[in-house]
């Protein structure tokens, strides 16, 4: 679940609340807990009325929410998965100010797509059953993955949502859950073909006379109801069409054109005065004070994170999660085929979908506590701007920041939230500010922008097909490449991709496989000169997969430039001689550094070739865990390629006290198993090291 959790947290549309962070619960066995974008304020209240902060709406208005909704339904079938749990209770409002169009976002997408064969059990038990379509209720959709399969029952929940929308109420106010699955029955018995639109308007004006005023309003869209609640799923439109006849109604009911959100104006008239300057500060979103847009909430929920929340403390608080003694979790009675009996309720493998809200109260307080004057960003001068405003204070909080360690830096939450602003700023105006992106990478990179930073520097911008710059020929470039053939390496490819960093939640899903053997067949595929599959070139992969998870091309493009820089003739089908000269290179800057050291390797005839080839062949990607290697390759991308030299002599140096004492087993034993390594240390030994050598 995790690794088709991540497929779709990448993705981002106005009109989709934005995924974070899927986490297993540890109190609740087989519980999981998702945590994404949310608003207070739902479409319809829970008293089923419409929300009385939206005000009257008037055609437009609905045509406005209803063409909104049916983008999200299109944008989602187009990357290959079903919202898969679509009504009006997923709507929700986001703040707006005055005379702006309303703007709603779709909550709990995906789910059947995270979840697979698991959520139509959870779905046939949580969801209103005219949402259902026919296929879904009669069990003969296929269980499995195939999202395709659920498109028709999307189409099938928008037309249920469409006559909401546009009567202004929801079927829950007249019929119970057991009055629509009868009538459904019913219905599915004596028709097996046509629109249930018809039968189910006469049901609702015998059972409520009043809807017969308001049923004129379904006029607009009549048709497209008809069409998309057909019994036949193949008959129904599909989401491309069913935008397109969306916003033909709008056009036949004489409606203006809908703009997008997207592009409303965020200038301010400068001949506002001060009183109405502060009111339009007042309403402002709180976050919005600090710089934080809808676009940034991956910022915001980083910095939560760091504030020390956890979800499952806050839900246990709440009494949301309740704990029991795990003797008390087990079966009363197992019989033959271990059928158990006595299982308490909490350990039931379906549980009801419920949405708690987090509390901000932590992160606002300390947002508040920053200095007002670091909420500014200046590029070019910066430096002079700061030493005017603050003397010397500036340097002395840049020395202490460069003492500090870099997972001490990534856990402040002042020092992480100005990073952050300042190179969302730079990565905006790349590649005119890349010389100042270099410099500011050289101090340390924000987690939260160190793919797209990575790409920068490489000369690779990870703009996928949600992005304004999104370089079509480039996408086609990647996915015109044949990596479904049998290729010589597939053999040893499902040997070493399921191996490859395990211990990584993301990297073992199957999707993670699945992902990483794309990427691999594309780059031997791709090459032109002699290029081979070496052991070790999954482990060199992972980081930028893992960074650009659902932007294969920018991943691509990535490592093809990587292994230009770094790794330029290693993957050759002969590649012993780029690798001898390699360590013999390495030899003399071990000799440059610590002689004494280099001295007792050579009486001990400890040859390179002994440890050495997985740490230069991979960039050291095969030997350090992720966590560490991303902190080593923000130095190392920063450097030349002699630079992978001296980070072997910085471990060395690390290790010194073992080695110089160590006989010729000993060493061995040393390598085979390298003790934890202090990053910081290393890749400042190295930088020291390396800026002699020149």
């Not at 993705?11 to 519980?31: A, M, Q, V, W």
């Not at 004129?216 to 048709?223: F, G, I």
């Not at 109604?249 to 054109?257: H, T």
């Not at 991308?637 to 060395?652: K, M, T, Y």
Request: aromatic share 12%; charged share 20%; glycine share 4%.
């Amino acid at each position: 679940m995790l690794g088709r959790f991540a497929r779709i947290t990448g993705l981002s549309h106005d009109n989709l609340c934005k995924y974070f962070e899927f986490s297993r619960c540890l109190t609740i066995p087989n519980g999981y807990a998702l945590l994404s974008e949310h608003y207070s304020d739902p479409y319809f209240r829970d008293d089923g009325f419409l929300n009385n902060k939206l005000g009257n709406q008037n055609l437009q208005s609905v045509f406005s929410v209803a063409i909104q909704v049916c983008s999200a339904l299109e944008f989602c079938h187009k990357n290959c998965f079903a919202i898969g749990s679509l009504s009006l209770d997923k709507l929700y409002v986001v703040p707006r100010k005055e005379n702006e169009k309303i703007h709603v976002k779709l909550s709990q997408f995906g789910l059947c797509f995270i979840s697979g064969i698991y959520y139509h059990k959870l779905l046939s038990s949580n969801e209103f059953p005219l949402y259902l379509a026919p296929e879904f209720l009669l069990n003969l959709l296929p269980q499995g993955l195939d999202q395709s399969n659920y498109f028709c029952v999307d189409i099938w929940s928008f037309g249920i949502l469409l006559i909401e929308l546009f009567a202004g109420w929801r079927f829950s106010e007249v019929f119970s859950r057991r009055q629509i699955s009868d009538f459904l029955a019913t219905l599915l018995v004596k028709e097996n073909e046509g629109s249930i639109l018809p039968h189910l308007l006469n049901k609702i004006k015998n059972v409520c006379p009043a809807f017969a005023k308001r049923q004129n309003s379904l006029n607009p869209v009549y048709q497209i109801i008809l069409n998309c609640l057909n019994i036949q799923p193949s008959k129904r439109p599909n989401s491309t069409n069913l935008l397109k006849m969306l916003k033909k109604a709008a056009s036949d009911a004489n409606i203006s054109e809908i703009e997008e959100n997207s592009k409303k104006s965020n200038f301010v008239d400068l001949d506002e005065e001060i009183d109405q300057i502060k009111e339009r500060i007042k309403n402002e979103n709180q976050f919005e004070i600090f710089g934080f847009s809808q676009k940034v909430l991956n910022e915001l929920f980083f910095l939560w994170k760091l504030c020390g929340s956890s979800f499952e403390t806050i839900l246990l608080r709440k009494g949301l999660i309740k704990t029991q003694p795990p003797i008390l979790t087990l079966p009363s009675l197992i019989i033959e085929n271990f059928h158990m009996f006595g299982i308490n309720e909490t350990d039931k493998s379906i549980l009801p979908v419920c949405i708690f809200e987090l509390p901000m109260k932590n992160l606002i307080q300390r947002l508040n506590d920053l200095n007002y004057s670091k909420r500014f960003i200046t590029l070019e001068f910066k430096r002079e701007q700061e030493e005017i405003s603050n003397g010397g204070n500036i340097r002395e909080e840049e020395e202490t920041c460069g003492i500090q360690s870099l997972l001490v830096k990534e856990r402040d939450i002042e020092y992480q939230y100005q990073r952050m602003r300042l190179f969302r700023h730079l990565l905006a105006a790349w590649p005119s500010k890349s010389e100042l992106l270099r410099a500011e990478s050289c101090h340390d990179i924000p987690p939260v922008y160190r793919g797209a930073v990575w790409a920068a520097i490489l000369g690779v911008l990870p703009f996928n097909k949600n992005g304004e710059n999104f370089d079509d020929h480039l996408w086609q470039s990647f996915y015109s490449l044949d990596t479904f053939s049998e290729h010589i390496s597939d053999r040893q490819l499902q040997v070493d991709i399921p191996r490859c960093h395990q211990y990584d939640e993301l990297m073992s899903s199957p999707l993670a496989h699945h992902q990483l053997k794309i990427l691999l067949k594309a780059l031997l595929v791709s090459r032109k000169d002699e290029f081979v599959y070496w052991q070790g070139l999954d482990s060199l992969s992972a980081p930028f997969l893992i960074l650009h998870f659902n932007d294969l091309s920018t991943a691509f493009r990535c490592l093809n430039a990587f292994i230009d820089r770094y790794l330029r003739g290693f993957f050759l089908k002969d590649n012993s001689i780029v690798i001898r000269s390699y360590l013999a290179e390495f030899m003399r800057v071990i000799e440059f550094c610590d002689s004494e050291l280099f001295a007792h390797l050579v009486s001990l005839d400890f040859q390179p070739e002994l440890f050495a080839i997985p740490w230069f062949l991979t960039c050291f990607a095969h030997v350090l865990p992720l966590h560490k290697l991303f902190h080593l390759w923000d130095a190392l991308l920063l450097s030349d390629s002699e630079f992978p030299l001296f980070i072997g002599v910085a471990i060395l140096l690390q290790l010194r006290s073992k080695l110089i004492k160590a006989n010729f087993n000993e060493a061995i034993l040393l390598f085979s198993d390298l003790p934890d390594l202090p990053i910081d240390q290393v890749v400042s030994t190295a930088k020291f090291y390396h800026s002699r050598w020149r």
